[in-house]
């Protein structure tokens, strides 16, 4: 049974192996493995059957779930899966590749990439507070007309970028977790236009808006549905270079609550369309994004029990379009008692 399943499993494309854990050593041995896991990690010693996958690749293999590991300078997502009582089958997938893979693991990925976010942050927020004041204290002790004042400004300005990408790293990790109200969702998008109008860089979009006044009220936490409308507002606005139109629609298709908002900019290419809603990418410029925003948006929707999807349009241009589910009866008298 075990030699059948293998054989369909030697034509699965990422490594592969089968483990068994021995409570006495406290290990997983290696009971068998796919073509891949030989032809990518190169054992020189020959077939590794008596060590441990502990002793191979390190600590990863304790617990169900989901890693990232180094192995000879390439990371790998590993993936734990309960194969019967004892045995474990883990496959290993490498970092670029995960990312054409079927969409499966994608939340559980997620997740543990928030938790990590969410700890780097946590490390990195004491230590730069620390830089700022102290450079603060310094321009300050130096006096106006000091010749190192440029320099400090550079290291507050510095300091300053990454406590925001700090900041983006802890919500993307502990999105606030925030209290839901009924809200009406139109109300929701003119509250971000009009902030964002006033900006330099929304001055030249043309905002066209089609609202359903029919709306259904949706409870959701309105400081995360606003974040969710400021990233596709931004994200529109910075691919079209400030130049262009935003066109945002709501309404309601089979007991459904749809957002949509299309922009006239390039659209997205086909090739990177896959990876928008992973964390960390982003096109844009060092410095000028974190490829947080589109996975945080992802994640708040997610929460809020809809989905959110993007598509090109043929006559150019972007359009994200947002699905949320219409208040059952059951969270509406919830609501009310
Ligand atoms: P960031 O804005 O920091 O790059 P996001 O997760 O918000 O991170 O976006 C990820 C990437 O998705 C962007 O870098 C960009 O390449 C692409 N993208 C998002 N929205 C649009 C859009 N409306 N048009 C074209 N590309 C877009």
Sequence with gaps: MKKALFKFWDRFPYPLVLSKYSSKLNRHKIESFNKAFLEVFKFPEGIPLKKSLEEIFGDYFKELGMYSLSYREKTYYLVNLPYSLRQTLHVFIEERAWLRFPHWFHTERLASLGKLAGEISHELNNPLGGILLYSNMLKEELGPSHPLQGIIDKIIALTTRCKIISKALLDFGKPERGKKEWINLNDVIMTIYNLVADYQIFKNVNFIFNLDPKLPLFYANPTQMEQVILNIYTNATEAMKGLGEIRTETKVRDDRIIIRIADSGPGIPPEILPFI???????????????????????????????????????????????????????LREDVF
Excluded: M, W, Y
């Design 277 to 331: 809603f992973d964390p960390f990418f982003t096109t844009k410029q060092t410095g000028k994004g974190t490829g947080l925003g589109l996975s945080i948006c992802h994640s708040i929707i997610k929460r809020h029990g809809g989905i959110i999807k993007v598509e090109n349009l043929s006559k150019g241009g972007a359009a994200f379009e947002i699905i949320l589910p219409l208040a059952t009866r059951e969270a």
